[in-house]
């Protein structure tokens, strides 16, 4: 991605925030970073586009960080807590992107639907597998992983409905107990 | 509620699911009641009314059952699983409403909204004081009611995004599961 293209995304993602979604028009993207609307569609084809690129970067790091968590050298519990930890995080510095994803998904050009959500599955898998393993190993009581990654998974999503990012509650203290909840949650 | 609006609402939520509520028109739901388009208007004022209603109807069965067991002599462990059970049902048996109430909420007439989330919050609040009571009991580890009850909600209604009822999963089984897991979440 070129720096152009970041520019256009992160006034993109400003303007979403600052107008809504559906308040936000291609012209008010184009205006804020001196494009005609016309030049903007050299980059973007659509708002949808716009959506589903802001969504897959935040969700992209946050992959990637996850695998990184996935392989280390530390017991399942260890690693279930510091990725669920980094999923809150990622989830609470993402909330608008995450909000509108899970309202707009519908309306996303399928290629980018399909992306986002291979990208998705892919996230559960992690989950799903370190999940397993502490289930084989004994560490967590046996149950069915794949529906022990949705509830830990459903369980930080729903942060989107009511995490307010100026009320009392500080990320880093959200992701602890919810990370907490989350391992006690699978364990024996 | 009389008869006439009871035969209303279980056409709109019939022709809801079958065309999707935004794909749905006061006329559709009209001829399936044999009502002309203008003497409908005499029971419902909007589309939105009626998406109001028909969630309002499935919540406020839902609170009444919850109500009752979080009244029982029974543990807070046992109370909140069987209140864990009866929310999961609830929400199985009510995907579509559940579904388009969380992604059209903003879309519903103030007065309606406003008497949905005051009984989600009486709802969330029966949860938190079962929770609260367990701690101080002893029973649950010492932590926040609130985070707790909302992480349980959370890994329940996230099902409305993955959960297929004509899938392997039977609603009974995924009730226990949860339950399962949301008693682990919260105890010591």
Avoid: Q
């Avoid at 107008?19 to 569609?41: N, T």
């Avoid at 992209?60 to 996850?66: A, F, I, N």
């Amino acid at each position: 991605m070129n720096g152009r293209e970041d520019e256009i995304l992160a006034a993109a993602a400003r303007i979403f925030r600052e107008k809504g979604y559906h308040g936000a028009s291609i012209r008010d993207i184009a205006d804020s970073v001196g494009l005609l609307k016309g030049s903007l569609y050299h980059y973007i084809r659509s708002k949808e586009e716009l959506l589903a690129r802001l969504f897959d970067g935040a969700l992209e790091g946050t992959v990637r960080e996850l695998e990184t968590i996935a392989a280390r050298e530390a017991t399942p519990s260890d690693r279930l807590r510091e990725m669920v930890k980094t999923y809150v995080r990622a989830v609470t510095a993402n909330l608008d992107a995450v909000g509108l994803y899970l309202r707009e998904w519908r309306a996303l050009p399928a290629p980018e639907l399909a992306r986002l959500r291979a990208r998705r599955r892919a996230m559960r898998a992690l989950f799903e597998d370190v999940i397993g393993e502490g289930m084989r190993k004994r560490e967590f009581a046996s149950a069915d992983a794949k529906i022990s990654a949705l509830a830990i998974l459903g369980m930080c999503n729903w942060l989107f409905e009511w995490y307010r990012p100026r009320g009392r509650l500080r990320p880093e203290a959200l992701a602890d107990e919810l990370a907490d909840r989350a391992v006690r949650s699978v364990s024996r």
